[in-house]
């Protein structure tokens, strides 16, 4: 089975660099990954994907060696099973609250015995290849998103889940949880606090932390403060930002 390179560059001891993907386009998506991100996270949840187009972004994806991976929109065992069987790396699902919630996102994402995965990968035989079926549960990461005051209070009970290989922050919506403003970077301290405990926690059970972030700065202190997978800002974000930069070059120039 095609190897996963999150799981590579963790055993190195590297941290992963994710870009994330929220316009819905093949092509973009595929310019995205010639740009070398160690993974690209197609979002179903906020960006403006349908499972379709998520399929060809995949496909696009895979003309490079970046990592497929997707977020659902919500923790259901359908859509779950359905983008690891269109070829999926790994998968981040919000809004994790309990060890319930966590036993049932391995479950979904495991074939038998370690969980309830149905057998139908059409997609991931192809990226993964023909001895996909006994190597997936062991290759493909699954990511809980902690951004609830619930998560936050069962987060230990969440992390000593068998098969659950890491969590993900939503640093706005963790922010909004605790009665701050949203924010990827300069949250407000108990925010702050939250997410170097998280850090801390994940690291104290073995499993890998994840975070947003804004900028590559944010990332980078991120990764300084034991997170092993660091996602910078999103391709509508890039755009923007690199069309108004130049924009405001041209126009400083004719003034």
Known sequence: MRPNKIREHWAAGRPVVNGWLAIPSGFSAETMAHQGWDTLTVDIQHGLIDYQKAVEMFTAISTTDTVPVTRVPWLEPGILMKVLDAGAYGVICPMINS?????????????????????????????????????????????????????????????????????????????????????????????????????????????????HNGTPEYALKRIEMGFQFVTIASDARLMAAASKDALAQVRDGLT
């Open 99 to 211: 060890r319930e919630d966590a036993e049932n996102l391995v479950a979904w994402t495991h074939y038998p015995p370690e969980g309830t995965r149905s057998f139908g990968p059409i997609r991931g035989l192809l990226y993964g290849g023909p001895d996909y079926p006994e190597h997936a549960n062991n290759t493909i990461v699954v990511f809980a998103m902690i951004e609830t005051l619930q998560g936050l209070d069962n987060l230990e009970e969440i992390l000593s889940v068998p098969g659950l290989d890491a969590v993900y922050i939503g640093p706005s919506d963790l922010s909004l949880a605790l009665g701050c403003r949203p924010a990827f970077d300069d949250v407000e301290p108990p925010v702050a606090e939250a997410i170097e405990m998280i850090a801390a926690k994940a690291k104290e059970y073995g499993k890998f932390a994840g975070c």
